[in-house]
T-cell receptor, first 112, second 114 residues
Framework: DADVTQTPRNRITKTGKRIMLECSQTKGHDRMYWYRQDPGLGLRLIYYSFDVKDINKGEISDGYSVSRQAQAKFSLSLESAIPNQTALYFC???????????FGPGTRLTVL | AQSVTQPDIHITVSEGASLELRCNYSYGATPYLFWYVQSPGQGLQLLLKYFSGDTLVQGIKGFEAEFKRSQSSFNLRKPSVHWSDAAEYFCAVVPQGGSEKLVFGKGTKLTVNP
């Protein structure tokens, strides 16, 4: 079984809809991250969490919110989706002081 | 400004040829250095990392990278490319003394011709 899973893998939605992307991990890591990937822009950090009670904004948090329900679960929400949020979204985890991150398979989100 | 630069957006090589992907960084202190690979439709997989010590680092899938402090570079190499190496490659850094967040370059897409 994969160590970092994301659901759904693909989602098409309409402008104005609320969307939640979910991430679960079995690696026992405290740290979890959400990124979005756009062609030619690499990966940009949306939010990150170093433990259940710690939530931090990344470089592009506007229009997004997160919830860390447990050590193993970290959800990303788009309260009112807009077309320029169409992207590939990745969840990642890391252990404290370990620096390298482990990525999920990604969620491809299309906002019409 | 602090940054990670991958100068080549797209590289095409023939199968069996050698490969070098460039990565340069601009930070006051040498950051921790990583290369990730993203195969089509997949997530990112760590190829190798450099924290300190021997400047030539061996990774998975036959890749290696060399850290050159004088050039602020961490270039990825492979002696003989296979068709399955076609993917997008990302250089990433964790700045020392920072918040332990990865900062990614914009990626280099590798095409392998038969």
């Amino acid at each position: 079984d994969a160590d970092v899973t994301q659901t759904p893998r693909n989602r098409i939605t309409k402008t104005g809809k609320r969307i939640m992307l979910e991430c679960s991990q079995t690696k026992g890591h405290d740290r979890m991250y959400w990124y979005r990937q756009d062609p030619g822009l690499g990966l940009r950090l949306i939010y990150y969490s170093f433990d259940v009670k710690d939530i931090n904004k990344g470089e592009i948090s506007d229009g997004y919110s997160v919830s860390r329900q447990a050590q193993a679960k970290f959800s990303l929400s788009l309260e009112s989706a807009i077309p320029n949020q169409t992207a590939l979204y990745f969840c990642a985890t890391s252990g404290e002081g370990r620096y390298e991150q482990f990525f999920g398979p990604g969620t491809r989100l299309t906002v019409l | 400004a602090q940054s990670v630069t991958q100068p080549d957006i797209h590289i095409t090589v023939s199968e069996g040829a050698s490969l070098e992907l460039r990565c340069n960084y601009s930070y006051g202190a040498t950051p921790y250095l990583f290369w990730y690979v993203q195969s089509p439709g997949q997530g990112l997989q760590l190829l190798l990392k450099y924290f300190s010590g021997d400047t030539l680092v061996q990774g998975i899938k036959g890749f290696e990278a060399e850290f050159k402090r004088s050039q602020s570079s961490f270039n990825l190499r492979k002696p003989s490319v296979h068709w399955s190496d076609a993917a997008e490659y990302f250089c990433a850094v964790v700045p020392q003394g920072g918040s332990e967040k990865l900062v990614f370059g914009k990626g280099t897409k590798l095409t392998v011709n038969p």
